[in-house]
């Protein structure tokens, strides 16, 4: 009986993961997903995200993830992540101040390196192959804006 109670959270946390890059096309469109490595709040909020979990759970860890990883890096993914997760929950008032940190927040000489379709993982210093992290937070509101979810609020 006591496996149960971990069984089952942990069958469903395989699932997520399994299902990520496929929800992640249908989803987000063109969304890059953004992994750091080193914030477990922010790399749940952006699984449930990519899940297409956008209630509760990916708001609930995007917001602790502000509270605890004070990083300029840390609050510009959850900045993103929230833009994402409270536009498509149809929370636009709540939304808008984290969209507009996502979008004028810069940091330089952050990179990501594609980890697998669809997810990339924060690295600093550029390589071959890496994008830069602000390339793709512009990429990811632009391709929101373009299914209807953020028009009227940012243009860009």
Known sequence: MAINKFLIPLLVMV???????????????????ILTGDSVHLDR????????????????????????????????????????ALFREDNEAEAGPYCE??????IPQVYLKQVKEGFYKVKRGAGEGFIELEAVITQNLRALTGTGELAGLMQF
């Open 15 to 33: 699932g997520m993961s399994y299902q990520a890059t496929g929800f992640a096309q249908q989803q987000g469109g063109d969304i890059r997903w």
């Open 45 to 84: 909020s952006t699984r449930f995200l990519a899940n297409g979990y956008t209630g509760a759970a990916a708001i609930r860890h995007a917001k602790k993830a502000l509270q605890r990883d004070r990083s300029p890096l840390s609050n510009l993914i959850a900045s993103h992540n929230l833009c994402i």
């Open 101 to 106: 940190t996502a979008r004028n927040l810069t």
